[in-house]
């Protein structure tokens, strides 16, 4: 440690480049470093579920899960899967390399989707379709609640549609969705 330390006191030129070149590189790092409050991220994984009404778990798994893993087990993309057979209900998680970039995720759940539509026909009849869910990135900001004791279901679902598209107009607002409006029902 010693030697290091005579050495800079010997070669002050040489140790005032070092310093320089230090907190130039540290100032570019900071001024090119990502600001965003919630920074964008890309989740790796899809959700496969086919409803199979009637069925125990071990006649979801070998009637439709296992012939749905093996279509999908041909993407060269994937990385691994995890499978949940319930009784009326296959779930099959999809997990895909972390080599994968962000922009070629949504060619992927499209091939994807390609692969799991080509199996439908291979599954027993009382199959329901089989659903690719690959949308978990949205970030849930806020919840807005809009209640009225004088006002109509009606014109609090007029108005919350305005709102809804006050909403979108605004920077940065990529989706917004209304719950709980209740049925329509004639009396």
Sequence with gaps: MKNITKFFLNNRAFSWLILILFLIGGTLAYVQMGKLEDAPFTIKQAVVTTPYPGAS???????????????IQ???ELYYLKSDNRASMSKITVYVKKEIRANEMQQL???????????QSQLPEGTGPSVVNDDFGDVLGVFYGLSSPIHSYRDMDKQSKMIKDHLLSIKDVARVEIFGLP???IE
Excluded: C, H, I, Y
Aim: net charge negative; hydrophobic share 35%.
């Design 74 to 76: 041909s993407l060269g």
């Design 109 to 119: 759940w499209d091939k994807l989707r390609r692969k799991v539509n080509d199996v």
């Design 183 to 185: 049925t329509p029902v």
């Design 57 to 71: 778990a071990r006649e979801v798994q070998e009637q439709v899960t296992d012939k749905l893993e093996e279509a």
